[in-house]
């Protein structure tokens, strides 16, 4: 079967389905939630547009009261379950087209998730329908599970099988090939900082507001704190030349008396801090050095004390890492400030699969000034490399690549953990830049058309 010629005789209609699925704008949307749409409009409507289309090519659909829906071929007892997401992370700044265009450009595809991962959502799915078309015999049933709510909380996937039986095993279109056998530990943990507003300056310095962030998961590339001060034009032109120093792009405005600092930074997935640049990070650093009113002062030095410069844990305490799936690492997702109020800090740490929960937790607490105030866990995900699973896979990508599959491990979470017998696959090939969750993503056309050959001989082999 020469399944790369099955793919390139439907390449038009891909591309442009795609591009169809990439422009609806199917972020969390907390104020049009409603009945059937538990998060919103345009998660619905991304979710509702997959079942539909998969209607009309003649598979089974069903959608579970908008929190996740599947789309179902084949026959027998087992199924074969592939894994995708059609919720995607806020688009942020800085786009040079329309997040939401899936602009061509260069033989890329640009939206976000095109890479992240509503692109290789489209592969999964032409690939069941090439199988499909074909009328290849199948003696399991495949099912594509859709989930809606992958990039914040898992509602949907924990809704969903609490309906719904589990596959026996299947994959995730949702991170790199070869094959991922092993998934590090997320723990997304909020922290509280309640000041004393007796000690509250009315004069002076004054941290009035600090901003960053918009998910646990993203390295924030945009952080906005207001100052009250004095001396403004002395602590505008400190600011500049801290800009200049460390080759940070900012500014500094001033009105009435209220000083507005800004940093930019470079945003990255949460799994991988140390390719980022964290805004929020790099404006506290200056304000660490500046003689802040009590409460400001207190909670910016507590930041630097055990977050800057360090995506290890080291100053928290719980570095650690083991040969399955490598080093723990720390992303300071969110910090949130306001002097009328309180503070409040957003940490997501992915930890080894051998890591310890409660170390975590310990070094979590030892931050002096604030209060653990929420801690959520995903384990872990494992699956041993003699599994029926990985050598059928490691068997496909070898065939249409001609490369060794080796068994990789990473920080971030896919659904593919939600299964017992379940692994990332894909789409992104050895040596491409990672852009998911970073402003201009993309999928390459070219590789996006070989992962569907890949899919589609993977879930003949499995199914057959």
């Excluded at 939630?33 to 998969?54: C, D, Q, R, Y």
């Excluded at 930041?303 to 399955?324: C, H, M, P, R």
């Amino acid at each position: 079967m020469d399944w790369m010629q099955e793919v390139l005789s439907r390449k038009e209609d891909f591309i442009k389905d795609t591009q169809e699925f990439l422009r609806i704008k199917s972020l969390l949307d907390k104020k049009t939630v409603k009945a059937g749409a538990p998060f919103g409009k345009g998660i619905n409507e991304a979710l509702t547009h997959m079942l539909e289309k998969g209607e009309k090519d003649g598979f089974i659909s069903k959608n579970l009261e908008g929190y996740a829906g599947h789309l179902e071929m084949g026959q027998g007892e087992d199924i074969v379950g592939i894994l995708c997401h059609v919720d995607v992370v806020p688009e942020g700044d800085g786009w040079s087209s329309d997040p939401f265009g899936a602009e061509i450009r260069d033989g890329k595809i640009f939206a976000r998730g095109a890479i992240d991962d509503k692109g290789p959502t489209m592969a999964a799915y032409y690939a069941m329908k090439i199988v499909k078309d074909l009328g290849l015999p199948l003696n399991k049933r495949v099912r594509m599970i859709l989930g809606t709510d992958e990039e914040s909380d898992w509602g949907c996937v924990d809704h969903y099988f609490k309906h719904e039986e589990m596959p026996a095993l299947g994959f995730a279109p949702d991170a790199d090939f070869p094959i991922i056998n092993a998934e590090k530990g997320i723990i997304d943990a909020k922290l509280t900082y309640f000041f004393d507003k007796a000690l509250s300056s009315k004069s002076g310095t004054k941290l009035l507001s600090f901003q960053s962030g918009r998910r646990f998961n993203m390295v924030p590339d945009y952080a906005e704190a207001l100052i009250q001060s004095d001396d403004a034009q002395g602590l505008t032109e400190k600011y500049n030349k801290y800009l200049k120093q460390y080759d940070i792009t900012g500014s500094a405005s001033e009105e009435n008396g209220v000083l507005t600092l800004k940093a930019e930074g470079v945003s990255a997935h949460g799994s991988l801090p140390h390719t980022g640049k964290n805004a929020g990070l790099l404006l506290s650093l200056f304000l660490a050095d500046e003689e802040l009113d009590h409460n400001g002062k207190l909670f910016i030095r507590q930041i630097v004390a055990f977050f800057s410069n360090d995506t290890s844990g080291e100053k928290l305490g719980i570095q650690y890492e083991d040969e399955v799936s490598g080093p723990l690492t720390v992303n300071l997702g969110i910090i949130s400030y306001d002097s009328e109020k309180s503070g409040e800090l957003g940490v997501n740490i992915r930890y080894p699969v051998t890591g310890d929960v409660e170390r975590i937790s310990e070094g979590l607490k030892s931050i002096t000034e604030f209060q653990l105030a929420s801690l959520s866990d995903s384990k872990p995900h494992y699956v041993e490399a003699e599994h029926e699973l990985i050598q059928i896979l490691k068997k496909v990508y070898e065939e249409q690549t001609g490369d060794r599959a080796e068994l990789i491990a990473i920080g971030g979470g896919t659904y593919a953990r939600s299964l017992k017998a379940g692994v990332a696959f894909g789409p992104m090939f050895p040596g491409r830049p990672d852009v998911a969750h970073q402003k201009d993503e993309y999928v390459i056309i070219d590789d996006l058309l070989k992962a569907t050959a890949i899919y589609a001989q993977a879930i003949y082999e499995l199914a057959k």
